[in-house]
């Protein structure tokens, strides 16, 4: 445990979420000097995150299977059109254990030689000129500045230092809000099944779910979209509101009628797309602290790796070449681009109508769509976000009675978000 204020460092990562932990440890693998620097007083807390995630994470970023507390090999997707399930046949992906996950790259950081300071919360960005040089930061072993050649801000949705340096929004948009329960019990029909379940039957302008963790237990929670634009505060991640969705959703599954709580825990994300620039001299951003979620159900903690990863890849090159100026690190923007493409475009103008007001017959168009899919083209569908390969996306326009060809719908919300920057800019400046 490191608490030395006067120790400088290679780079210094703040957040020991998936990004920042990935990062830290990426970094230290390859010998740099790093400290992991996390505000909560313990490696895994806050501990949100419903955590679905496909097989390949846990091969492509070498994780021990132990972490994945639970397994599926079945997807069902249910909406006021009806409901299909998809069988794969065998163990298709895992439900994380999200504090784990977080235990287990702080660990591999100290492993390879980095250092892990804990509750310390980074306050601002240490300037010199126009060079981010270290972070203010106060915490139960004190208060200064610990200075790196690189900081990176991976402080999860409040993105504190990137705010900071006006890289982005402290408060973009409406947040999401998610809620989760762990119950003790799982019905056999949810056993190895993520079970997704859509629209205003279930959740408005949102979506529930019920995930399996581990044998006795499974994840039930729910997440709306633009939550204070539908009358829930974000303050304490909108619980009272929050709650009452929760528990009238549960109500729809008479089978959880003896079930027993065992942890309830939520949090606030922004999901926007993410945003362009990530880079300032010395300085990146990155994880939800860039709004790097995928807009069409809030998947995050695989990005979130690659995010890390790939930052990592940079930030050392970048060392060695003794350039860590915002010119040299936004390889990082072109390469998180390339990352996303535009299927999270896609993603974000279905998400926009999915979680807004379809009607019964627009809801059980795109149930047909769906249930035409096989299984593999589900997944391809809703993790590799492959839509224009998988379906024809004219029905996907008419079923969501998008008017035009997808390229001017696209350029139409292009236009429309520019206006609001330089709407929320002037504002700003006046």
Not at 349 to 357: N, P, T
Not at 382 to 388: C, K, P, Q, V, W
Request: glycine letters at 12%; charged letters at 25%; proline letters at 3%.
């Amino acid at each position: 445990m490191h608490n030395n204020f006067s120790e400088a460092f290679d780079v210094i990562v703040v957040g020991s979420g998936p990004a920042g932990g990935e990062c830290a440890r990426e970094l230290a693998r390859r010998g740099r000097k790093v400290l992991l620097m996390e505000k909560s007083t313990g490696i895994g807390r806050p501990n949100f995150s419903s955590g679905g995630t496909p097989l390949e994470t846990f091969k492509d970023f070498d994780l021990p299977f132990e972490i994945g507390r639970g397994t599926w090999s079945k997807v069902l997707i249910a909406a006021r059109g009806g409901a299909k399930t998809w069988d794969y046949g065998e163990t298709r992906g895992y439900v994380f254990a999200f504090d784990e996950l977080k235990q287990f790259l702080a660990a591999e950081t100290v492993k390879h030689g980095g250092k892990v300071m804990i509750s310390t919360a980074a306050e601002e960005p240490t300037l010199e000129g126009d060079s981010v040089v270290g972070v203010k930061c106060k915490g139960v072993f004190g208060e200064g500045v610990i200075r790196g050649k690189v900081v990176v801000d991976a402080s999860g949705p409040v993105g504190v230092l990137a705010s900071k340096i006006g890289l982005r929004e402290a408060e973009p948009e409406a947040a999401a809000i998610g809620i989760e329960l762990i119950v003790e019990g799982v019905p056999p029909e949810f056993r190895n099944v993520l079970a997704f379940y859509f629209s205003d039957v279930y959740v408005p302008h949102g979506y529930g779910w019920i995930f399996p963790f581990g044998e006795h237990q499974c994840k039930v929670g729910v997440a709306v979209y633009g939550a204070s634009k539908h009358g829930i505060p974000e303050d304490n991640h909108g619980t009272a509101g929050m709650m009452a969705l929760l528990k009238k959703f549960m109500e729809k599954f008479p089978q959880f009628g003896d079930a027993e709580p065992v942890d309830l825990h939520g949090g606030n994300i922004y999901i926007t797309g993410g945003i362009k620039n990530h880079s300032s001299n010395g300085f990146l951003v990155i994880g939800d602290a860039a709004m790097q979620i995928n807009p069409l159900a809030g998947e995050g903690i695989r990005h979130a790796l690659h995010s890390g990863r790939m930052a990592a890849e940079i930030i050392d090159r970048k060392l060695s070449a003794n350039d860590v100026s915002r010119r040299a690190l936004a390889e990082y923007d072109d390469r998180w681009a390339a990352y996303i493409g535009k299927k999270w475009r896609l993603s974000y103008l279905i998400a926009e109508k999915l979680y807004g007001d379809l009607t019964e017959d627009q809801w059980q168009y795109l149930m047909r769509i769906l249930a035409g899919l096989s299984a593999s083209e589900l997944f391809k569908l809703g993790f590799d976000f492959e839509f224009l390969k998988v379906i024809k996306f004219k029905d996907v326009l008419r079923a969501l009675k998008i008017k035009g060809s997808l390229q001017s719908y696209l350029r139409r919300r292009e236009k429309a978000a520019n206006r609001s920057h330089v709407a929320t800019t002037h504002q700003k400046q006046g």
